[in-house]
Each structure stands twice: as C-alpha cells, then as structure tokens.
C-alpha cells in the first residue's frame, strides 16, 4: 500500500533551521505532485509547499517565501521541506501530501494521500 513517511521536526529557536522528508512508497513517484501542508489547533490545513513532478517547478505560500525550499529526489522517492529563519508562527504539524493534480497551482487541503504528520515547535 502507499505510505508516506515523514521524519525530522523538532523543537528550535525562533531564527533556527529544520529540515522535514518525506519518503514515499508504493506509488510512482513520478507520477504525482509532492507536497507540505502544516495545521494548528483549531484552525484548517494550509497549503505550504509543492514540487511538481519533474521538480523543476515549485510553490509556495506567501509568509514562507524566502525561507523554506522544497526539493524532491526522484531517485529516492523522496521530498523535502528545507524550512530556515524561523518564526514561533510556524509552529504546527507539518503534513507531506502526493496528489495526481495536473498542477501545483491551486492545491487546497485535499490529496490522494497523506503523511503522518510531524511537528515542528519554534520558540520565541
């Protein structure tokens, strides 16, 4: 079955780094559009990031512009989340998502699939 494992997050200070992967299994990976989305208590989850499928083109949301890159290693399976200057704002779980969309434009919170979630806590 398809599995998207994620691992890295943590616990830093506001201005810190944190690097997330999300490795993906039974699925062709070149076949879908890779993705970061990120939710806090009481609010929907938000589009963050995305790759398409040659990972030539990216997208991201205008408050982290600038400071998080995302990549994917097709030969692994795999897809990054290089998140830098962080702000206590960014504090949230952090959810890897594949979708067969034809685009990354306009990826609300819906995917064929989804990771576990990891959290990522930036201290002030």
């Known amino acids: 079955q398809v599995q998207l494992v994620e691992s890295g997050g943590g616990l830093v200070q506001a201005g810190d780094s944190l690097r997330l992967s999300c490795a993906a299994s039974?699925?062709?990976?070149?076949?879908?559009?890779m993705g970061w989305f990120r939710q806090t208590p009481g609010k929907e989850r938000e589009f963050v990031a995305a790759?398409?499928?040659?990972?030539?083109?990216?997208l991201y949301t205008d408050s982290v512009k600038g400071r998080f890159t995302i990549s994917s290693d097709n030969a692994k399976n795999t897809v990054y989340l290089q998140m830098n200057t962080l702000k206590p704002e960014d504090t949230a779980v952090y959810y890897c998502?594949?979708?067969?969309?034809?685009?990354?434009?306009?990826?609300?919170?819906?995917?064929?699939?989804w990771g576990q979630g990891k959290q990522g806590t930036v201290s002030s």
């Open positions: 039974g699925l062709t990976f070149n076949n879908y559009v």
């Open positions: 790759i398409g499928r040659s990972g030539r083109s990216t």
């Open positions: 998502a594949a979708d067969r969309r034809p685009y990354i434009v306009g990826w609300a919170a819906r995917a064929d699939y």
